[in-house]
């Protein structure tokens, strides 16, 4: 029988600097590949080996060991690997150095508002387009363009930044799936993996201890 590879996992832990709390989450050499995301802080990447591609809504920036780059607040992004050797880092995630990391349309503003309201993780986008008075087509198309992200995409990070707030408050993992909008504790693991590269559990560990 063919032996079944072993699971990758970012690490995760919360230090303080100047007495705020600092997140930093590090990914040892792998062919590390997100989902397209944001942050609520300003992410601090130092590429430490390999090579990868930044993936931006306007375009796309290519990083090697040594770099360094700041990522702002709320701007959607995607790291891919460049090689099958992948690439290994270390993030930071600071106090966003601004109010907003990048102005949008009001269209796209008005889009990720209604987003934010859903009780749950059925995005509906005929819905969000009549309430926008717009075409499904033309606010998908527009949406994209300005975020970088789909507008189901989108609505999931909303609602994994709402399970890190309640994670980050010693919430049980299966409430906080709950309570944001996830069917179940599972598919909040599936979700945050996919996203983060650890489990919910892992990130609220890291809170855990640095309380």
């Known amino acids: 029988m063919r032996a079944r590879p072993a699971l990758v996992r970012t690490a995760f832990a919360v230090g303080r600097e100047a007495g705020v709390p600092v997140e930093t989450i590090a ?3 792998h062919a590390w590949c997100f989902r397209p995301h944001f942050h609520a802080g300003d992410e601090i990447v130092h590429v430490l080996a390999g090579r990868a591609r930044l993936r931006l809504p306007h375009g796309f920036r290519d990083v090697a060991a040594g770099d360094t780059l700041v990522v702002p607040a709320g701007v959607v992004h995607r790291f891919e690997p460049l090689d099958r050797q992948g690439w290994a880092f270390v993030s930071r995630f600071v106090p966003a150095s601004r109010a907003a990391a990048r102005e949008t349309t009001m269209l796209a503003a008005r889009a990720a508002t209604l987003l934010a309201q859903r009780p749950s993780l059925r995005t509906d986008v005929a819905a969000l387009a009549r309430d926008c008075a717009v075409s499904e087509g033309h606010l998908s ?3 994209h363009r300005e975020t970088g992200s789909s507008l189901h995409n989108f609505h999931m990070l909303l609602a994994l930044q709402q399970a890190k707030t309640l994670l980050r408050r010693q919430v049980p993992v299966v409430e906080a799936a709950l309570s944001s909008g996830f069917h179940d504790q599972a ?12 489990t919910p559990a892992v990130f609220r ?7």
């Open 141 to 143: 198309r527009a949406f």
């Open 27 to 29: 990914g040892k050499r």
């Open 187 to 198: 598919h909040l693991n599936r979700e945050f993996v996919r996203t983060y590269g650890m």
């Open 205 to 211: 560990g890291g809170w855990t201890a640095a309380a």
